[in-house]
């Protein structure tokens, strides 16, 4: 666990992180083909755009240090969908407080996005839901679609030392007033599976 001064505290990205805090949740999305969803008036708030997934065992307890199972997807992802680095306006981070995940994820975003990644925030709401294991996409989705809703990217609390390996806009501490149309969310960990999905805001024709 991650801790200041003995008291567990979850903090993505910053310096002090040294491990995850364990979270729970339960989340259910109802998914169906766009002309089904018309024809019956449902209220739509986002589209799947695309899902890629790649399994790359390293170890059990450790993520491959160059991230290349999560590069893989992320690319495989951004070129199947036709989506560039330009195109994406807000990244959910698979981020949960690990001294070793957190650090070669943000490696893999600056090696795929490039100088784009300067002008995308990129956040994790483990920091304050926790690690929820097999929910933890799921809920980062969920957290996509309300900010595609409201225009408000939720932060990545309890920052407070820069660690110069994870030198990003983290949303820190407060949430940020945007248009979300394009969103990219990256779910991976130890014992080899990594996740990307490009989720896109419904826009009624």
């Known amino acids: ?20 805090i364990i979270g729970e949740a339960a989340v259910l999305f109802s998914i169906e ?53 330009s195109d994406i306006d ?8 690990s001294k070793e995940l957190d650090k070669v994820e943000v490696k893999v975003l600056k090696k795929i996005f490039g100088a784009n990644l300067d002008k995308i925030p990129v956040s994790s709401i483990k920091s304050m839901v926790g690690e ?17 809703s409201r225009g408000i990217i ?5 920052y407070q030392e820069p660690d110069p390996e994870c030198n990003i806009d983290c949303v820190p501490n407060k949430g940020q007033r945007k248009e979300v149309k ?12 990594n996740s990307a999905c490009i989720l896109e805001k419904y826009i009624a024709n």
């Open 1 to 20: 666990m991650a801790g200041l001064q003995g008291i567990p505290l979850s903090c993505p990205f910053d310096k002090r992180r040294n491990g995850p």
């Open 33 to 85: 083909d766009l002309t089904a969803a018309k024809k019956r008036n449902a209220d739509i708030f986002a589209r799947i755009k695309g899902l890629s997934s790649f399994f790359d065992a390293f170890q059990m307890s450790k993520v491959h240090p160059q991230g290349e199972g999560l590069e893989k997807a992320i690319k495989t992802v951004m070129d199947e969908t036709g989506v560039s680095p």
């Open 90 to 97: 807000y990244i959910s981070s698979s981020a949960n407080s």
């Open 132 to 148: 929820t294991f097999s929910t933890s996409g799921a809920l980062q989705i969920a957290s996509c679609i309300g900010a595609m």
């Open 154 to 158: 939720p932060p990545t609390i309890n």
């Open 182 to 193: 394009t969103a990219l969310v990256t779910s991976f960990g130890p014992g080899g599976y």
